[in-house]
């Protein structure tokens, strides 16, 4: 469509972009993580990230290599939160809000939940 091989002069695209109503913008990004429903991670360092924004839909450009490495890698707080509701632990919100309904102890308001089987409700009906 350009010819050339070459492309098109990057002026020239921009342009022609801001003409069709597409803002195009440099984001000084560190680090993006792509997490995969598998649970791996696509880690990109120092990766070229452009924003597009066309009428009002957002669209990123990644340029880099990502690294590939396993979600329970990271050791994030609020990562490590998620995996451990996803094993059928109870959340520590979940414990405080039993807490605050009932008066009852963290220790008592967390076996309520796991014999209700996290359902709040029900754990605060047998504390009450």
Do not use: C
């Amino acid at each position: 469509m350009f010819g050339g091989g070459g492309g098109m002069n990057p002026r020239k695209m921009k342009q022609m972009m801001k003409q069709m109503g597409i803002d195009v913008e440099e984001i000084d990004a560190e680090e993006v993580v792509i997490k995969t429903t598998d649970g791996k991670e696509l880690v990109f360092d120092d990766a070229d990230v452009t924003q597009m924004d066309a009428r009002g839909q957002q669209t990123y450009q990644i340029i880099g290599e990502p690294e590939e490495r396993e979600a329970a890698e990271t050791g994030e707080g609020e990562e490590a939160d998620e995996e451990g509701e996803a094993a059928g632990e109870i959340p520590e919100s979940d414990v405080e809000i039993v807490v605050q309904r009932t008066g009852a102890t963290p220790e008592e308001a967390r076996a309520a939940l796991e014999g209700a089987d996290g359902d709040l409700a029900t754990a605060i009906d047998v504390l009450e």
